[in-house]
């Protein structure tokens, strides 16, 4: 994985200026408060994506979905503008050179970031807003002021999580090894004391899922 990010000093005066257009209403400090974004992570595969969708679907009015960009293709099912902003690698670039991301990264040849406008479109409508990133994306954001809350969605061991990914019938034989790779690394960070503030072991869909709603909705671990 070849990792980016942007200096420090660029990252912490952007975001501030995201914030902008509303810091003359309330204290940013108030915002990030009551407002505090969440920042979901886990391997591929651990089941993020889905739990998302049912809290989404459970809370409509309540959340939003930091909408991340990326340069790799679309899954069948997935949509423009929803699951992903897919963008070609030249304009991926182009917004790097224009300082537009809190945090970018690539793996397995494709880019991923989340762009400073999709954080600010969630906060300008009084949601709380969802950052689904990578494990060098949840690195990049601790060192920001985004003052986030981190979930660890936790496969129940790697072999399952290797059937998971299978089961997808979307990686191949390489991609389904460089996920395990970065699987291994994201599972030794949790371990971290510190690292998340919440760990989810996603062994039950159902339990899992109360447990990451108590958590996000009412701040209960």
Do not use: W
């Amino acid at each position: 994985m070849i990792l980016h990010f942007l200096k420090q000093k660029p990252t912490l005066k952007l975001f501030k200026s995201a914030f902008s257009f509303i810091s003359t209403m309330t204290d940013i400090e108030q915002i990030t408060e009551t407002i505090r974004p969440v920042v979901v992570s886990g391997p591929s595969g651990s089941g993020k994506s889905t739990l998302l969708k049912r809290l989404f679907q459970d809370y409509p009015d309540k959340f939003g979905f930091s909408v991340s960009h990326t340069t790799r293709s679309p899954r069948p099912g997935e949509e423009n503008g929803v699951q992903y902003h897919f963008t070609s690698r030249e304009e991926f670039v182009d917004l790097i050179k224009q300082d537009k991301f809190i945090e970018y990264a690539e793996f397995s040849g494709n880019l991923y970031g989340t762009s400073i406008d999709a954080v600010k479109s969630v906060l300008s409508q009084g949601k709380f807003c969802i950052l689904d990133i990578e494990l060098n994306g949840v690195k990049a954001v601790k060192k920001t002021d985004l003052n986030a809350r981190f979930v660890f969605i936790k496969p129940p061991s790697l072999e399952a999580l290797k059937e998971r990914l299978i089961g997808r019938k979307t990686e191949t034989e390489e991609s389904i090894q460089a996920r395990l790779n970065a699987a291994k690394e994201e599972l030794a960070y949790a371990d971290q004391e510190g690292s998340h503030d919440i760990i989810i072991v996603n062994d039950n869909l159902d339990t899992a899922y109360e447990k990451f709603k108590n958590f996000i909705v009412e701040g209960k671990s």
